[in-house]
């Protein structure tokens, strides 16, 4: 009942920002450490060819700005997500087995987190960003968890996506106006051409 009620709550913000996506990633990350009992839910999105933060439960200014990651860093867990198109965690990021970056290994001694999973945001089948879930004890996320990061994901991939639609729209319908007073215009004076 609290997952659909967040959901709900999501889709809620969704329909009433259709100019805005930062409604939407900030509720997305707000609701994610609830549901996951996470220490932090971060979302980030590709730009250029790094990965940017654009909404944290961290205050961004704690965690360095849009912290940008190198998009092509597979030992980022972040990357690696975006990268394979898949689902990817570590349940103990300070492992000594831990396949991840001394940069990322720094960052969970820091913030005290052992547990990450990264989710990509896929649309039509190509990666556009992540949403990460960080905790403090180790140990992988369970079958649950990780179909509602899906959820998480998909939500956040229709809110740019929406917004994406609406911006085009209003960029045609500008486009058909003023192609409509031109007409106008030139009907209107069909012997002159200076109108």
Avoid: C, Y
């Avoid at 707000?30 to 009992?37: A, C, H, I, P």
């Avoid at 990965?51 to 965690?63: K, M, Q, R």
């Avoid at 190198?70 to 898949?86: K, P, T, Y």
């Avoid at 990460?132 to 956040?156: H, M």
């Amino acid at each position: 009942l609290e997952q659909q009620t967040v959901i709900s709550e999501i889709l809620r913000v969704i329909s009433s920002s259709p100019t805005d996506t930062q409604p939407v990633f900030d509720a997305i990350v707000k609701s994610g450490v609830r549901l996951f009992g996470g220490m932090t839910v971060s979302l980030r999105l590709i730009k250029g060819n790094t990965i940017e933060t654009v909404a944290s439960t961290l205050p961004l200014h704690d965690t360095g700005g849009t912290n940008p990651v190198s998009l092509g860093d597979e030992s980022m867990v972040s990357s690696r997500a975006i990268l394979r198109r898949e689902i990817v965690q570590v349940p103990d990021i300070l492992a000594p087995e831990s396949w991840v970056n001394e940069r990322a290994k720094q960052r969970g001694r820091e913030r005290g987190f052992r547990a990450l999973i990264n989710a990509p945001l896929l649309r039509e089948n190509t990666a556009i960003g992540a949403i990460a879930v960080s905790r403090a004890t180790p140990g992988p996320f369970s079958d649950k968890e990780i179909a509602l990061l899906k959820t998480f994901a998909d939500q956040a991939v229709i809110a740019i996506e929406n917004v994406r639609l609406f911006n085009e729209t209003k960029e045609a319908l500008e486009q058909q106006t003023v192609i409509s007073e031109i007409l106008r215009v030139i009907s209107s004076s069909p012997t002159d051409t200076q109108p």
